[in-house]
């Protein structure tokens, strides 16, 4: 808080603040700050979270923390991995492998504590100060206490250990998490499903050898009735997840001594008892598939956790919200600088809010298969795993369904395209390709603009006289990888958005469609000829 404020209002008005100062909060700092638009953080704490929290993160988060400029220290310090093994009692019964190659940019999956992912996200706002001051304004220890709408944007009181005192922005970004004051103080309530299946979080410290992949076990003899999930992360820390027993009392399962002799038990079934071991931080998770209805309630736009709840299974919840900001980072900016109107707030709402129906229907499935609601489900369960290794059509039903980049297939932002036998339609994220030794399909695009893909042919006068909106166009060999992968020939031009979503492509692109596919892409009337 500047000095002298407690109990007045903070003098002139911010573009944007953001409730929530988490890795979703951080990122849409980021990415507007990419755009040339300052922010205010409100965050409660006063550091970086402890405990693994969101450990997973997937390769679209990848590509969407390169485009914040923050993947390598993200690729040094995680752990990839691309294999998952199920286990019924003590015996293999499924096994996944992620798709992978040696073209790939990035590995599927990566694990990372969230107290790294929070304090790489902050060393980088950190550089983007010293390179412009005051881009980013973190204010810890500060919470929003009150929230008021107003014509023209939003006021509200923020507390800190200093006091109170009112500021106002004219756009709101809610960030603060699944228990989220800015979506209760407008009484505002996320709906869809609540499991009873409830799961115990223990990160230890134990220097095992044993490999970086998911593993789970279903009603292993050494702990009856109950589901373990084991995740390898950085600095010899190891998750451990089990299900508590439906009625079992959550206050006595996380004493010290049980959480000891559970995990010890644990470890002494899969070999690894000799290891000391020492518990390192634990939580209690309870499943949920929940949204809000709209994401945009006038100048109050709603991102992460506080827009949505996801399961664990799957690992949909920071790579959800990692989505959100990169969705919404680049459309608050281009209605900020006066390059779209409102409407491209709402296609934010709309576009997540579809992405939501598509992550919820499998990690639905994941999660009735993880923590069955009722008997009937555990009796399937436990006809799907006894089955299972003998019948691989079976096994599939114990898929955990990863996480995936989603493809907004009802998207306003799309423009008419040419029919194409390969690459990313209208709507889907950007397939990462290699263009020449060393440089990939997604290092050409322009980040905090709109990107022209153009194989083969000259590029620029197509991006020439795009108006408002800004436009890049970039050239890729018709010889290149990417260019089979995207079925391009000689003149053939794919239109990005800044979030790497395809908006429109052509088999011989001319000004004209370009023009009209970013007007329709910001929203933008175009008047009559």
């Not at 200093?162 to 603060?176: Q, S």
């Not at 296609?347 to 499935?365: D, G, K, L, T, W």
């Not at 989603?406 to 990462?432: K, R, V």
């Not at 000689?490 to 395809?502: C, M």
């Amino acid at each position: 808080m500047p000095a002298g404020l407690a109990g007045r209002e903070e003098p002139g008005r911010h573009p944007v603040l953001i409730a929530g100062g988490g890795p979703v909060g951080m990122a849409v700092a980021l990415g507007l700050a990419r755009r040339g638009v300052g922010s205010v953080v409100i965050e409660a704490d006063d550091s970086v979270c402890e405990g693994s929290r969101a450990a997973c993160i997937s390769r679209r988060s990848l590509e969407i923390l390169d485009r914040l400029g923050v993947v390598a220290r993200f690729m040094e310090k995680g752990l990839a991995w691309t294999r998952g093994r199920s286990f019924y009692g003590d015996r293999e019964v499924f096994r996944f492998d992620m798709p992978t190659g040696e073209a790939d940019k990035f590995p599927p999956m990566i694990n990372l504590q969230q107290y790294y992912i929070e304090q790489y996200l902050l060393d980088e706002i950190a550089a983007v100060n010293r390179k412009r001051p005051g881009t980013i304004d973190f204010r810890w220890q500060s919470r929003i206490t009150a929230v008021r709408q107003e014509a023209d944007g939003v006021a509200v009181t923020v507390s800190n250990p200093l006091g109170d005192y009112d500021a106002r922005a004219d756009w709101l970004v809610a960030c603060d998490g699944g228990q989220s004051f800015v979506r209760n103080s407008l009484g505002l309530e996320l709906k869809g499903v609540g499991y009873q299946g409830r799961y115990a979080i223990v990160d230890i410290e134990l220097p095992s050898k044993s490999p970086t992949e998911r593993r789970a076990w279903f009603d292993p003899p050494w702990a009856r009735g109950t589901t373990i999930l084991m995740h390898r992360q950085p600095d010899d820390i190891w998750r451990v997840d089990y299900q508590l027993a439906a009625g079992q009392d959550a206050a006595q399962v996380m004493e010290p001594a049980q959480i000891r002799a559970f995990v010890q038990n644990h470890l002494d079934a899969i070999g690894e008892g000799h290891l000391p071991w020492t518990p390192v931080w634990t939580s209690i998770y309870r499943a949920g598939a929940m949204t809000l209805d709209s994401y945009r309630h006038g100048s109050i736009l709603f991102a992460g956790n506080s827009a949505h709840a996801m399961p664990i299974f799957g690992v949909r919840g920071l790579n959800s919200g990692f989505d959100d900001a990169d969705n919404l980072a680049w459309k608050l900016a281009a209605r900020i600088r006066g390059q779209a109107g409102d409407a491209l707030l709402d296609s934010y709402s709309q576009e997540r809010i579809e992405a939501f129906h598509v992550n919820a229907a499998s990690a639905m499935r994941s999660t009735e298969f993880m923590s069955p609601p009722h008997r009937g489900f555990e009796l399937m369960r436990e006809a799907a795993l006894s089955l299972a290794g003998a019948h691989p059509g079976i096994a599939r039903l114990i898929n955990p369904r990863q996480t995936h980049a989603i493809h907004y297939q009802s998207s306003a932002l799309s423009a008419a395209s040419d029919a194409f036998e390969a690459g990313p339609p209208p709507g889907a994220p950007l397939d990462d390709a290699p263009v020449r030794d060393g440089v990939f399909v997604t290092d050409l695009l322009a980040g905090d603009a709109f990107t022209l893909l153009c194989f083969g042919s000259e590029p620029m006068a197509l991006a020439r006289d795009a108006g408002a909106v800004p436009c890049r166009a970039v050239a890729a060999p018709v010889s290149s990888p990417a260019a089979r992968a995207y079925g391009a020939t000689e003149g053939t031009a794919y239109l990005v958005r800044p979030d790497g979503h395809v908006c429109a492509r052509w088999r011989r692109a001319d000004a004209a469609r370009v023009q009209a596919a970013l007007a329709q892409a910001c929203q933008i009337q175009r008047s009559p000829s």
